[in-house]
């Protein structure tokens, strides 16, 4: 009796063990797991950078910048989707990596033997130098004379503008030391662009920055001068967290081919050397500056109301439509700057000649039928969001149609991802648009997919860079 009870009490340790042991198992699995995979089983990639009409912007409702069309093309090499954050301030972006709120800074940092012991940096994007900005005084104006400064030791005891946190701050301070006046850093919550146009309006006298980016403002803001190096030429890298090995190899790798495919040096020239940086900066539909997305942007946020959408989503849209142009007719015979179909037209009473103002409305309203069509299948409204954009794109009935094929495979039919969107994509194939509980028969659900993903990432974007008023 007594080996009996042993041997039970020995099984049972056993099992508990092997329970303890497989759970722990899972857990030191998921800690251990490589970076790079978690990356790929997210399914995205998570990058934070500065805005600035050079890293990242908007102009006519498109997203572009140096930084982000890298990061693009590092995304696709990956086979994941990009997810871009924004800060200012250099510190909180380490912050950020370091908390595992993003996989990687994408922005122009200076390699340093300080930023070294809290991050990694990937190889070279280009090399640069860190320059003074000043007034070069040289033509007669109303902006007050500051003292032209032609060596760093004449840089004692003078004020400069530098962006909080940044790491110029450090070098500077580094400078500071070896004179008998130290230089007063003032650090600020302003990017690059706006001390550099400080300077040359006058209200500020110096500022510290990347030649690089100096060379594109100084070049259209003729008063300007950044012939003062305060540093040798060193590498500019993006960085990863200092556990990212796997990380770090795959984006080292891809940007080594990228190097020597030129790929780097096109976008280098297209946004460093290029004449219509400046001019861009400066143009109404450059949002950084003026808020503005579009130049019907009063007329989305009126009509947004009405659907009870942030306008910025249904801006998206409208970029997706028609990129803004009202003047535009599909193959479809789709017209006006919704595209909306003549039947569709009609019915909501926009006649083809209609104006802006009209065709939005028309939009809006076919808009809210959908979303009314949908709210009893789909109860959560993010989620709602993505079945009215696929209805818009590609019809309704072949929306409804993926739903019963979603159920009728065991899947959720009020999901999209990985559910209904499966299924749409599925129904340009006989096996699955023959199939009884379709109704309405082929589409290219693909299309209708990307569409989805396209107007949904632009309006991260339009998040990214604008506010909601």
């Known amino acids: 009796m007594r080996n009996r009870t042993r041997i039970i009490r020995a099984t049972i340790l056993i099992i508990s063990l092997l329970v303890f042991s497989c759970k722990n198992g899972k857990d030191i699995e998921s800690a251990t797991k490589s970076d790079l995979i978690r990356v790929r089983e997210r399914g995205k990639i998570i990058a934070v950078t500065s805005e600035s009409s050079i890293n990242y912007f908007l102009y006519k409702g498109e997203p572009m910048g140096f930084q982000y069309e890298l990061l693009k093309q590092f995304a696709d090499y990956l086979g994941v989707k990009l997810e871009i954050k924004t800060c200012q301030n250099a510190q909180e972006q380490i912050e950020l990596l370091k908390n595992g709120d993003c996989d990687l800074i994408a922005d ?69 030391g070896k004179f008998s006046d130290s ?55 993006w960085g990863v967290a200092k556990e990212s090995k796997d990380l770090l190899y795959k984006l080292n790798e891809w940007l080594d081919n990228t ?84 039947l569709t037209a009609e019915y909501y009473g926009v006649e083809r000649n209609a104006g802006v103002g009209k065709n939005i409305k028309g939009g809006v309203k076919f808009l809210n039928y959908l979303d009314r069509q949908l709210l009893h299948r789909t109860a959560n409204k993010e989620e709602r969001i993505k079945f009215v954009l696929a209805a818009y794109n590609i019809g309704l009935g072949h929306v409804l149609d993926a739903r019963r094929l979603a159920r009728k495979h065991g899947k959720n039919p009020g999901i999209w991802d990985k559910n209904v969107r499966s299924f749409l994509i599925k129904e340009s194939h006989s096996s699955y648009y023959k199939d009884p509980v379709v109704l309405f028969g082929y589409c290219n659900g693909l299309s209708a997919c990307n569409y989805v993903d396209q107007v949904l990432e632009r309006y991260h974007h339009y998040l990214n860079i604008t506010n909601n008023d």
């Open 259 to 342: 190097q020597k495919s030129g790929q780097v040096a096109i976008l280098f020239q297209k946004y460093f050397q290029n004449e219509k940086t400046e001019k861009i900066s400066k143009s109404t539909l450059y949002t950084l500056t003026s808020g503005r997305v579009s130049v019907y942007d009063e007329l989305i946020k009126e009509q947004s109301q009405k659907l009870k959408w942030d306008w910025r989503l249904l801006a998206s849209l409208i970029y997706q439509e028609s990129h803004f142009k009202h003047n535009v007719k599909s193959y479809a015979g789709a017209h006006g700057i919704m595209q909306l179909m003549p």
């Open 108 to 176: 122009n940092l200076f390699q340093s033997k300080e930023l070294f012991k809290e991050i990694d940096f990937s190889h070279q994007l280009y090399r640069s130098r860190l320059v003074i900005v000043q007034r070069n005084n040289s033509k007669p104006d109303n902006l007050k004379k500051s003292e032209y400064i032609r060596f760093p030791l004449k840089l004692g005891g003078k004020s400069i503008y530098v962006q909080k946190n940044s790491p110029d701050a450090g070098i500077l301070r580094q400078l500071s």
């Open 183 to 237: 230089i007063k850093v003032l650090e600020v919550e302003k990017n690059e662009d706006y001390l550099i146009r400080m300077v040359s309006e006058g209200y500020i006298d110096y500022t510290v920055c990347d030649q690089q980016i100096a060379k594109v403002f100084c070049g259209n803001l003729k008063n300007l001068d950044y012939r003062l190096t305060v540093s040798s030429r060193k590498p500019i890298s």
